[in-house]
């Protein structure tokens, strides 16, 4: 007897052939991905490389000049590294504004939702500029989360945090992936790529030079013995980068 598998859930993102210049500059050429549900993927590469671009195109923020994005029907939620926040009003005031700009169905509902979620419940009051930067991450957090969104894209979400902020803000977005959100988020700290990535893309100028799980990298490099920020940086130097 046949043994069936089950069928695969498409895949919530994907991107076709992404390229996107800067008058002479390519910040992105020929870039193809795809995300699967509640997988979390890394995107790690130098300065430049491009990282943010890709995010800002994925999200639907900024238009690729070649090559196309497939989402699911409803709005992907997006953490840019400055959001558009309102530091005079409170945590809830916030998140509430956010919510009818974006027309979730609820407004109320899903900031309550995300205050639970967040634990951020008992500074929905405070004003947002009083907040520390773990917290005020948090709230990014949340407003990317208000419309209950597929796929959350995160750009460098822990770059300004603390280890033990960092270490809560990590517990926060593995609790969504683990729901069944996925999550696309690039980082400098290539330790969390290895830690929190099902797989990593690396891209280098704008170009996308591997994808594949932390441990396939790594074993790309083995004389990097088990440090895989050495494997990485040996990657990249063996390609010109
Ligand atoms: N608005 C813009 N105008 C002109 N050039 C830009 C613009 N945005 C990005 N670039 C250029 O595109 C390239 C990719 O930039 P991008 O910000 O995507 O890189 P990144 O990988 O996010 O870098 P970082 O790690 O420093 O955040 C860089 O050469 C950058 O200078
Ligand atoms: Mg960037």
Redo the contacts with the bound molecule.
């Keep these: 007897m046949a043994v069936s598998t089950p069928p695969r859930a498409p895949a919530p993102l994907a991107a076709h052939h992404l390229t996107k210049r ?2 002479q ?1 390519v ?2 050429s020929d870039v193809s991905l795809d995300v699967r549900v509640g997988e979390r993927l890394a995107v790690i ?10 995010l800002a195109i994925l999200a639907g923020v900024l238009a690729a000049d070649e090559g196309s994005v497939s989402r699911e029907t409803r709005a992907l939620g997006w953490v840019p ?1 400055q959001p558009a926040v309102y530091s005079k009003l409170s945590v809830a005031e916030n998140l509430r504004l956010f919510a009818r700009l974006e027309r979730v169905a609820d407004p109320e509902a899903a900031v309550g939702r995300m205050l639970e979620q967040t634990g951020l419940r008992e500074r929905a009051d405070d004003e947002l500029g009083r907040l520390s930067g773990g917290n005020r991450q948090r709230v990014n957090i949340a407003i990317g989360l208000l419309a209950d969104p597929p796929v959350l894209l995160l ?2 979400p822990s770059s300004a945090l603390d280890p033990r902020q960092r270490e809560r803000l990590w517990e926060l977005i593995e609790g969504q992936a683990s729901a069944g959100t996925s999550i696309v988020f ?1 980082t ?1 700290i290539v330790g969390e790529a290895e830690r929190y990535g099902d797989r990593v893309l690396v ?1 280098a100028d ?1 170009e996308l030079v591997f994808t594949g799980t932390p441990e396939d990298l790594h074993a790309q490099e083995p004389a990097a013995a088990r440090d895989f920020e050495a494997a990485f940086v040996a990657f990249l130097r063996a390609r010109g980068h």
């Excluded at 590469?45 to 890709?54: Q, S």
């Design positions: 800067f008058g500059r910040a992105l590469g130098p300065n430049g490389a491009g990282k943010t671009t890709l590294q750009d460098e690039s400098h891209l704008g």
